[in-house]
């Protein structure tokens, strides 16, 4: 009896029974979409686009000695060094001198990367706020990298030995790329949507318990049907004139 009930329950719900609750529902399972989508538009339009800049700096060790290899070589024994560097507070204590800039803000917004094969090291900045600053950030860290690593004490040796002359601007700023959120948060927000939809149509069709066909009812109830009344939707009424 067990196995006819649960092999009963599986058929119980059709696929044409899906498509029906569907039907029934599309006004609401396009409006959550298009409710949820239209809040990722708003989310990126509040959001406003954002500002970077990128600069490029190259990590190249010249001993005078005429040999490349051991130049390359040294130049990337402490490029990670270097790159770690620029990001120091000695540095932008700096930038933040030229920019007007708080220390924190200039952390939270510069990415400096290095990469390690060709020693290049890219230094962008990105801001909400201000698009021309960002230009002038980049500029900044850059030069004021390159003064500070090449600084010398009062006896004039050089105050950081390791990576005294090692660094060499190959690009300044660039001028600032807009990027907006608006597109991301629109397909995030239309996905969202489209499951929250569909978990209101699971919902709907589970938490159905009309019976669906005759055979449903005799096994449920345990009698025979003698006849099937038609749904009518409506009855029209002929007027007498």
């Not at 190249?60 to 402490?78: A, H, L, Q, R």
């Not at 090449?150 to 004039?156: I, R, V």
């Not at 030995?161 to 807009?178: A, F, H, Q, R, Y």
């Amino acid at each position: 009896m067990n196995e006819e009930n649960k092999c009963y329950d599986e058929e119980g719900i059709s696929l044409n029974d899906i498509f029906k609750k569907i039907k029934q529902k599309l006004v609401i399972l396009v409006a959550i979409v298009v409710l949820f989508t239209i809040g990722g538009f708003s989310l990126g339009k509040i959001q406003g686009p954002t500002y970077t800049s990128r600069g490029t700096m190259i990590v190249s060790f010249d001993s005078g000695t005429n040999n490349p290899t051991n130049d390359y070589n040294y130049s990337k024994s402490i490029a990670n060094s270097v790159a770690s560097f620029i990001k120091q507070d000695v540095v932008l204590i700096e930038v933040s001198k030229d920019t007007n800039i708080s220390l924190n803000e200039l952390k939270a917004n510069l990415n400096v990367s290095l990469d390690s094969s060709s020693l290049v090291i890219t230094i962008s900045y990105t801001s909400k706020h201000n698009k021309e600053m960002v230009q002038e950030v980049v500029d900044s860290v850059m030069t004021n990298a390159l003064k500070v690593s090449n600084s010398t004490n009062e006896e004039g040796k050089p105050n950081y030995n390791l990576i005294c002359n090692t660094l060499k601007i190959m690009s300044n700023g660039s001028d600032p790329i807009v990027q907006t959120q608006t597109k991301k948060d629109i397909l995030i927000f239309f996905f969202l949507g489209s499951a929250v939809a569909f978990g209101y149509l699971l919902y709907i069709i589970f938490s159905d318990k009309t019976y669906r066909s005759v055979d449903e009812i005799e096994h449920h109830l345990g009698v025979k049907t003698i006849e099937i009344i038609p749904y009518i939707k409506e009855i029209k009424r002929e007027e007498d004139h």
